[in-house]
Every structure is written in structure tokens, then in C-alpha cells.
């Protein structure tokens, strides 16, 4: 099911490429770099939420929804958290692995070994988070996107992999081991 970014992506590319057959240059090239910045933005911002939401559903599914302490996890372990769950300079995603115990972050390691694909989704969720820092950190207006819009909609493709799979390890496997009790 396509979503937001994916939807955004199509847009963006229906505007730039009407300004270039348009043979309008200058409009082209600040809606081409407007939309690779939006672009990337728009996805960092998407898999925020995403995971976000992952972490509240992980603890309403372990604590039968009790409302203690999804507050206090709401308020304490995801608002303004985010960006502490990575080290997004890392090519691994072993420091989220590890905020759920050493079990989780061996099984998810030995996971990553085994599933090239996974590998690679982590690998360009990380580089979108890098990049989203850079463009936040070192002033949005000026700052130039080495990647087109293409590319970082590729890696936003290949980011989904590592998205669904957090939420399978995290909430839909254990909801199977809670039926199979």
C-alpha cells in the first residue's frame, strides 16, 4: 500500500519534470533541490513516527495496555527520544537492538547475518537519519543535497524492509506467543 512519502515522491516528480519540459531551468532547479531536501526529510520524519509508534504498541502488547505505563513510557522513553535510539553514524542498528535487552539485540545481530536484505534496509535507514541531521544541523536553507531525489527515495524503498521487520520482531511475534499460551 503506497504511503505518504510515496505519494509525495510522485508529486514531486510531476512538478519538476513539468518545469523541465517546460524548459523553465530556474524553476526547475530550486523545485529539484526543494523536493530532494523535502524528500528526505519527509521519510526521516515518516520512520519517526513509525517507530515511534512501534515502541508504544511493543509496550501496550507486553503490559496488557496498562495505561502506567504506557504513560510513563510515552513521556519518558519515545517524546524527544528518538534520535538517542541510533548512532546514526554506525553501520549497525545494534544501540536500538540493545534498549531491549541482550537477548533481543543477539537474536536481531544473528537475524541481520542471516538476511542480506535486512542488512541493507538498516544500512539506508541509518544514512537517511545521517543525512536528516546534517540538513537540520548545518543550515537547511544552504545546505546541498549530494543525492537525487531517486536515490533517496530508493533508500527510503529499502528502509521499509527494516521498519516492518522491528514491528514483527516487536509486536506481532509476541502477540503469537501470547495466543500460543
Known amino acids: 500500500m503506497p504511503t505518504i512519502i510515496d505519494q509525495q515522491y510522485e508529486s514531486g516528480n510531476t512538478l519538476v519534470d513539468y518545469l523541465k519540459s517546460q524548459q523553465q531551468l530556474t524553476f526547475y532547479n530550486e523545485a529539484e533541490n526543494n523536493f530532494r531536501k523535502t524528500i528526505l526529510l519527509s521519510a526521516a520524519s515518516f520512520f519517526e513516527k513509525e517507530i515511534s509508534e512501534t515502541v508504544i504498541e511493543f509496550a501496550k502488547s507486553h503490559t496488557g495496555n496498562n495505561e502506567l505505563v ?29 534498549l531491549f535487552g541482550d537477548e533481543f539485540k543477539s537474536r536481531m ?73
Open 70 to 98: 504506557i504513560s510513563i513510557i510515552k513521556q519518558k522513553a519515545v517524546s524527544r527520544q528518538y534520535h538517542t535510539y541510533f548512532n546514526w553514524e554506525s553501520a549497525n542498528a545494534n544501540t536500538f537492538f540493545g
Open 109 to 181: 545481530t544473528q537475524k541481520v547475518k542471516e538476511d542480506e536484505n535486512l542488512d541493507k534496509a538498516i544500512k539506508a535507514f541509518l544514512e537517511i537519519g545521517r543525512e536528516r541531521n546534517k540538513m537540520v544541523h548545518q543550515n537547511f536553507a544552504e545546505i546541498v543535497i549530494d543525492k537525487t531525489a531517486e536515490e533517496i527515495y530508493n533508500l527510503y524503498q529499502t528502509s521499509i524492509y527494516f521498519i516492518e521487520t522491528i514491528k514483527t520482531e516487536l509486536i506481532r511475534q509476541n502477540n503469537e506467543q501470547a495466543v500460543e499460551q
